[in-house]
DNA sequence: GTGAATCATTCGAGCATTGAACGATATGAG
DNA sequence: CTCATATCGTTCAATGCTCGAATGATTCAC
C-alpha cells in the first residue's frame, strides 16, 4: 500500500507542477516586461491599482503579500516612470495614496499585452478548450486563496 | 479598440495567474518539507533522479535549469543526509553519477505525502473534476515546456 | 496634553543563485 | 606519444531580491 504511488508521485502533484511552471511563467513575463523597465512585481504593483483603485501602500503591502518597504521601493520606480503618483491622505496625513496615471493605464496595457503574448507562447500546445478551462480554474483558485 | 481590454486585463491571464499561485504553492509545499530538513529544489533534484534515474551533475543542471554549482551545493547536502550516492563514472572519472538510495526513496516518498497534503489544502475550493483536470493540464503543459 | 499605536521610509542583513576561476580528466591533431 | 583544447565538478566572490528593525511624522485614546 505504502510505496503503490512509488515512482513519480511527486510529479504527479498539483503543488510540484504549479511551482514548476509558475517559475517559468514568471520567467517568460519576466523577460517581456523588461523591455518595459518592469519587473513582474512592477506589474503586479500596477494591477493592483487598477483593481481596487487608490490604497495606502500599506494596504497594497498586505494585498500583495510582501513586506512594506518593498512597496516604498517599487512605487518609487513607478514614481519616476510618471506611472503612479503618490498623494498623501487629507484625512490621515501619515498614509500615502497611491493613484494611478494616465501613463500607468497605458504601462498596464502594454503588461497585459505583454502576458497574453507570453500566453499564447506558453500553451502553443493546448486545445482552445484546455486553455479557457485553465484560465477559468486558475482565476478561481486564485481568488479562494487568503480571500480576506 | 485599444482599451477594450482595459479594466483587469492583466489578471485575466494565464502567466500572471501561474506565476501567483505558483509562487503561493511553492510556498505551502516549502513550509511542509522544510520539517524534512529540505527545500523545494532538494526534492525536485530527488525527483528528476527517480524519473531518469542515474544521471551525471551536470545532465541534472540542464534538466532543472540551474547552474551546476547549484547542484553541487543540493548533493552535498542530499549526500549528508544518506538521501544520494556520488559514483564516478568509469566511463568518465570526471563524471559524477547521482543515484538515489533506499532511504532517498524513502525520502521522496515523504516529499510526495507533503504535496498531495499541500494541494488537498489548496484545491479545497475545488471540484474533484476540475481538480483531475487541473492535474491533466498542468502536467500536459509542464511536459511540453523545453522539452529539447 | 501625554503616551501608545500606525504609517512611510531608510538601511543593514539574510538567503538563493549565478558566473568566473581552478584542478582533474578526456579527446583529438600532429 | 605529446601537447593543446574542451568538459566535468568544485570553490568562491558577487549579485539581486526580500525582509526586519530602527526612525520620524502623524494620529488616536483617554
Excluded at 513519480?8 to 517559475?23: E, K, W
Excluded at 498614509?95 to 499564447?120: I, S, Y
Excluded at 486553455?131 to 486558475?138: E, G, I, N, Q, V
Amino acid at each position: 500500500m505504502s510505496d503503490v504511488k512509488g515512482a513519480a508521485a511527486l510529479r504527479a502533484t498539483l503543488v510540484f507542477n504549479l511551482g514548476t511552471l509558475g517559475a517559468l511563467a514568471s520567467d517568460r513575463f519576466a523577460a517581456r516586461v523588461e523591455a518595459l523597465g518592469l519587473k513582474p512585481k512592477h506589474a503586479g504593483l500596477l494591477a493592483a491599482l487598477d483593481a481596487g483603485s487608490a490604497a495606502s501602500q500599506q494596504e497594497l503591502a498586505t494585498r500583495l503579500g510582501v513586506a512594506p518597504s518593498l512597496i516604498v521601493a517599487l512605487a518609487d520606480q513607478l514614481q519616476e516612470l510618471g506611472a503612479v503618483e503618490r498623494v498623501r491622505d487629507p484625512e490621515d496625513r501619515r498614509r500615502q495614496v497611491l493613484t494611478l496615471t494616465a501613463g500607468g493605464r497605458r504601462l498596464l496595457t502594454r503588461c497585459a499585452e505583454a502576458a497574453e503574448a507570453a500566453d499564447t507562447e506558453l500553451t502553443a500546445g493546448l486545445t482552445e478548450a484546455q486553455r479557457t478551462t485553465l484560465a477559468h480554474t486558475l482565476r478561481t483558485l486564485g481568488d479562494q486563496q487568503v480571500p480576506h
